[in-house]
């Protein structure tokens, strides 16, 4: 088995290492934080699958989507939250949810500031994130959400990975998984 996946994006090629996640099976890692011109070009096309009316903020989980979702938001004119990995010294009222990922192990908490779930509550937003797998995140972060009075009405993400998150999303190419 070759030790990287080439992956066709948006005019560009880049070469994803494979990683292993359990005994039998890899994952080719997608990390676009700092590709600046990975990011821009996802963004690009992200972007005109949004409505153009009906969404007041983006959201995203930290950390790899964060640039994407700042180029998908200044493309659509609005702001995001980025909802956290954990609670910091300065957050008012945290709001947390717990997570299970594949490339994590054990669980994970995704984590609202107070001041961003007043700002959420009663807004319609859209989920943005770089890779989904089994969605997991996504829907830990979407429970969280609700729990704070927003409505997701779009996901979005680059990668859907093989054999994963059934629900709606959208996305721009999917990205395999190897088995042995
Ligand atoms: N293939 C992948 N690369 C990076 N992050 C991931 N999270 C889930 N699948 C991933």
Redesign the pocket.
């Known amino acids: 088995m070759s030790d990287v996946y080439e992956l066709h994006l948006c005019g560009l090629v880049r070469s994803?290492p494979k990683v292993r996640v359990a005994p039998d099976l890899s994952?080719?890692?997608?990390?676009m934080l700092g590709d600046t011109e990975l990011i821009e070009a996802c963004a690009e096309a992200l972007a005109e699958r949004f409505p153009r009316q009906g969404l007041d903020l983006l959201v995203c989980p930290e950390a790899?989507g964060i640039p994407l979702t700042h180029a998908v938001a200044r493309r659509l004119g609005l702001n995001y939250v980025v909802a956290r990995k954990s609670v910091k010294s300065y957050m008012e009222n945290p709001q947390v949810e717990e997570v299970r990922?594949?490339?994590t192990a054990g669980v994970q908490t995704v984590v609202l500031d107070g001041v961003d779930a007043r700002k959420l509550c009663g807004k319609k937003v859209a989920v943005v994130d770089?890779?989904?797998?089994t969605g997991g995140s996504l829907l830990s972060l979407e429970k969280l959400l609700e729990r704070v009075g927003c409505r997701v009405v779009l996901r979005a993400a680059v990668?859907l990975?093989e054999g994963g998150f059934d629900g709606d999303l959208v996305y721009l190419d999917r990205?395999p998984l190897f088995r042995d």
Do not use: W
Request: hydrophobic residues 60%; negative net charge.
């Open positions: 994803l994952i080719a890692s997608f990390v790899k990922s594949i490339t770089d890779v989904v797998s990668l990975e990205l």
